[in-house]
């Protein structure tokens, strides 16, 4: 025992040489950059991009613009990539010009949620591939798909066969998932110590494409799904190349002051005019007859708006913030890039090895040091046991044990990663948590899908005239619950460490009424339900982000967050395509042999989707008690996170 702790004390002692060394790079380097002006841009240099693979060395954009230049980019690159949601506004035209039946077209509408959806391989490319690389895929799958399908409706081409508009559909939306991937795992990226913040503004832009592209539609080209089609084709690749050189990884934004959170807060802002201005400018469209003067008018206001994010890079660079401070005489270098890494709200710094009343080797190994070599701020919460599981899991090893064990050349694996670690994506598929996290959103959003996808026909069967009126309702409140739910998770997570999960129960027992009271179809309520469930439906997604990076990290972030994704596709499958979609043409063959005059395929009245609006109602009250379960196991490790009211990055430890 006592030669084991000799080899330990030894490589502890190289280890605290080598982080000193590496920490004095860090600071100097910090500090340079804090002395250079704010709106400054650096060249480009060879240094691994944040959260990638750290074996390759990736250009990293330095300078405090950079990152927000590539939020403001990702902005179009979301709205662009939301072609998925208009299905509904071109699905007729297919419908209509190739003579499809009821069942064909709600097959086409299957494969428009599988190639929105299924990014697992975008996800795995995100770390073998530069962002622009994702990015152009994104615009080939676009241009390829939406290609075929406008050539299918314009009769350029005859005699497509349907199961090649099926691959088609699949594609074009699949450019959707390159596209989203690409940008938020960049932007998490980039802004790691503001994930909520971040993903609820990219998914609160992508909620919002369904409005933009119906106030397209609807203005400018004049209800023409062969336009849009024309439109989706070319339109999207453009805005990708335009895109593609901004959106890059750069140097990791790594405060939280006033600044950081005015510029959100302005994003924020513009965000929010952009939705309740497309809501009143489509509200406007639909009573009046509006002239091509003021729908080009109401187009060109909400490019303005869409424009506004870019106005904070360009306040960088007129009006450079000049409040930054050198740091504190007196301290260490390591401690500098302790306090550089790992900011608080208070901006003080912890001492890196502490005194205790009895002093010893194993309590300043297994405090600051982890396996992968990184230095951590002290972390004083112990994470206590519950009966739904311990933050420290059965596989874990004591860091004391694993040192004493390499010392002595016994072990050479280090240990396995902790929740809130970097985990490889086979480490993550053996959690519970994991599993946890994906029941709860196949069960949040399958039930929400279910209803954007029948929109329509919901709206039919409770003699609603125009069902435009509430795709345009659903969208902005979609936008409002992603935007929202970014917002509240983090102010709640940075000032009581609630696991944010806890939203995504609150909302699915709302869900639960909110079922309830479509199955109920009492008067003047349709429009009160349908936004709740938009709002509802837009938390489940924006909540996920975030939850999946602080559970397992950002290095192989795209490949889990797409795996989690297929949650949607899946809950669209059993819960729209076949227990919706049953239920309804059971009811619709009723009503024909009642009536004979009854159209051929349509159902009317509240018998239509009571049924399914009863199983999704239990459905989301199953999904609430295990959105409850996840909570309470995975609160100490936001406890852990945001002890200091600030998110504390982790590295996970490298594999031998």
């Known amino acids: 025992m006592k030669k084991a702790f000799k080899r330990g004390k030894r490589k502890f002692a190289s280890l605290i040489h080598t982080h000193s060394r590496a920490a004095a790079a860090a600071a100097a380097a910090a500090g340079g950059g804090a002395a250079a002006p704010s709106g400054e841009g650096a060249a480009e240099e060879g240094m691994p991009a944040p959260g990638g693979d750290e074996e390759g060395v990736v250009a990293v954009k330095t300078g405090t613009r950079p990152p927000w230049v590539g939020l403001g980019a990702a902005v179009w690159v979301q709205m662009a990539a939301g072609s998925g949601y208009t299905f509904p506004l071109y699905s007729h035209s297919l419908k209509s010009v190739l003579g499809l039946t009821q069942q064909q077209l709600t097959i086409l509408g299957v494969a428009n949620d599988v190639g929105e959806n299924v990014g697992v391989l975008p996800g795995v490319a995100c770390n073998r591939l530069p962002p622009w690389a994702v990015l152009l895929i994104g615009a080939a799958c676009s241009f390829v798909g939406f290609g075929a399908l406008w050539l299918a409706v314009s009769r350029t081409v005859t005699s497509i066969p349907y199961w090649m508009l099926w691959i088609a559909l699949v594609v074009a939306t699949n450019s959707s998932a390159w596209l989203g991937t690409g940008v938020v795992v960049t932007n998490m990226r980039n802004f790691p110590l503001s994930r909520g913040t971040v993903a609820g503004l990219l998914k609160g832009y992508a909620g919002l494409s369904a409005a933009v592209y119906t106030e397209i539609y609807a203005g400018v080209l004049r209800d023409s799904s062969t336009k849009l089609l024309l439109l989706l084709t070319l339109g999207i690749p453009a805005i990708s190349l335009l895109s593609m050189y901004f959106i890059r990884p750069c140097t990791p934004v790594s405060g ?8 959100f807060l302005f994003i924020q802002v513009a965000s929010v005019l952009l939705g309740v201005y497309l809501l009143i400018t489509t509200l406007l469209d639909d009573v009046l007859t509006v002239n091509d003067v003021v729908s080009y008018t109401f187009v060109g206001g909400m490019v303005l708006l869409l424009l506004s994010p870019l106005l904070i890079p360009l306040k960088m660079t007129f ?16 401690e500098k890039a302790v306090s550089a890494g790992y900011p608080n709200k208070s901006e003080s710094v912890e001492p890196l090895l502490s005194v205790s009343p009895s002093p010893s080797l194993e309590q300043a190994i297994s405090g600051y040091l982890d396996k992968s070599g990184s230095v951590e701020p002290p972390l004083s919460v112990s994470p206590p046991s519950t009966k739904f599981g311990n933050f420290q899991e059965s596989d874990d090893v004591s860091d004391v044990d694993t040192l ?43 039930s929400g899908v279910t209803v954007l996808n029948n929109l329509a026909q919901i709206g039919i069967a409770s003699n609603v005239e125009d069902t435009t009126i509430l795709l345009s309702l659903f969208s902005f409140c979609n936008f409002i619950g992603r935007l929202g739910g970014g917002v509240i998770s983090e102010h709640f997570v940075r000032s009581r460490a609630l696991p944010r999960s806890i939203w995504m129960a609150c909302t699915q027992l709302i869900m639960v009424l909110v079922f309830l009271l479509f199955a109920s179809a009492l008067n003047s309520t349709l429009y009160a339900s349908v936004a709740l469930l938009g709002f509802c439906y837009g938390v489940q997604i924006c909540i996920m982000v975030p939850t ?22 899946i809950g669209a499958f059993l819960f729209s395509g076949l227990l919706a979609g049953y239920v309804y043409d059971r009811e619709a063959a009723r009503q024909r042999r009642g009536l004979q005059d009854a159209p051929s395929s349509s159902c009317l009245g509240p018998d239509c989707f009571r049924v399914t609006f009863l199983v999704l109602a239990a459905v989301c009250g199953f999904g609430c008690l295990l959105s409850l ?21 982790r590295r996970s430890p490298q594999h031998s």
């Open 319 to 334: 009006f450079r913030d000049g409040h930054r401070k050198p740091a504190a005489n007196g301290l260490s270098s390591l």
């Open 404 to 446: 004493l064990a390499e010392g002595e050349g016994a072990v050479k694996k280090k240990r396995k990663p902790r929740r809130g670690e970097d985990f490889e994506f086979h480490e993550a598929l053996v959690k519970a948590d994991f599993w946890l996290l994906f029941l709860v959103y196949f069960l949040g959003v399958g």
């Open 548 to 569: 999946a990076s602080e559970l397992f990290g950002l290095k192989h972030f795209g490949v889990i967050y797409n795996f989690l994704s297929l949650g949607n596709p």
């Open 629 to 649: 379960v996840l909570t309470v196991r995975i609160r100490p490790v936001y406890e852990m996170l945001y002890s200091g009211g600030s998110f504390r990055l």
């Open 256 to 263: 939280d002051g006033s600044s950081e959170r005015g510029h």
